[in-house]
Nanobody, 124 residues
Framework: QVQLVESGGGLVQAGGSLRLSCAAS????????MGWFRQGPGKERDFVAT????????DYANSVKGRSTISRDNAKHMAYLQMNSLKPEDTAVYYC?????????????????WGQGTQVTVSS
């Protein structure tokens, strides 16, 4: 089992930046792909970004590509999502997730563990 706890969300003005963090605990000795997803009010949970175990491969949703960077520090059991040039449409609850597959994944159903989420609100 892996437990995930997100932090770093908050209220920010459009054009601002936030850095979300995800702390992993439990069975962190196994290789996990990490992902970030988000869910707006009344919407489905959508893929945002993913990074493989080594950090050598990443993928981003088109909506955040060029504005966001996913990274990880395996020694600290942490994953991060740096978001810049934030827009009101980025407002959502952001979830960190871990997958036992070894490649990057954009699919919700391929992730085995989820955090409780952190709220990001971007004001116009």
């Amino acid at each position: 089992q892996v437990q995930l706890v997100e932090s770093g969300g908050g209220l920010v003005q459009a054009g601002g930046s936030l850095r979300l963090s995800c702390a992993a605990s439990g069975r962190t000795d196994s290789p996990y792909t990490m992902g970030w997803f988000r869910q707006g009010p009344g919407k489905e949970r959508d893929f945002v970004a993913t990074v493989n175990w080594s950090g050598s491969s990443t993928d981003y949703a088109n909506s955040v590509k060029g504005r966001s960077t996913i990274s990880r520090d395996n020694a600290k059991h942490m994953a991060y999502l740096q978001m810049n040039s934030l827009k009101p449409e980025d407002t959502a609850v952001y979830y960190c997730a871990a997958s036992r597959i070894t490649r990057t994944s954009t699919r919700v159903e391929e992730y085995d563990y989820w955090g409780q989420g952190t709220q990001v609100t971007v004001s116009s």
